[in-house]
Nanobody, 117 residues
């Protein structure tokens, strides 16, 4: 089992920045993919960014150049630095953890990000 705790959401004006954190605990495994997804009201959940245990990253086109996903020194914490935020970035952001060898998935509880115009 993997437990995920997210933090860092909030209200920010357009053009501002926020940093989300996802702390993983439990049987996290050494080979994994951690991602951030978001879901706006009335819309489907969508991928924002992922980072593999080896360090490679992937971003949705809508956030490229503005968001950066990274791992902390302890490797069990993943950050999403969000700059130049836009009102359309408003959503609940979810941390997702995939253990590759066990092929299982875990979701965090979600954290609200609201960007005002």
């Amino acid at each position: 089992q993997v437990q995920l705790v997210e933090s860092g959401g909030g209200l920010v004006q357009a053009g501002g920045s926020l940093r989300l954190s996802c702390a993983a605990s439990g049987s996290t495994g050494s080979i994994n993919v951690v991602g951030w997804y978001r879901q706006a009201p009335g819309k489907q959940r969508e991928l924002v960014a992922t980072i593999k245990s080896g360090g490679s990253t992937n971003y949705a086109d809508s956030v490229k150049g503005r968001f950066t996903i990274s791992r902390g020194n302890a490797k069990n914490t993943v950050y999403l630095q969000m700059n130049s935020l836009k009102p359309e970035d408003t959503a609940v952001y979810y941390c997702h953890y995939h253990r590759i060898l066990l092929s299982d998935d875990y979701w965090g509880q979600g954290t609200q990000v609201t960007v005002s115009s």
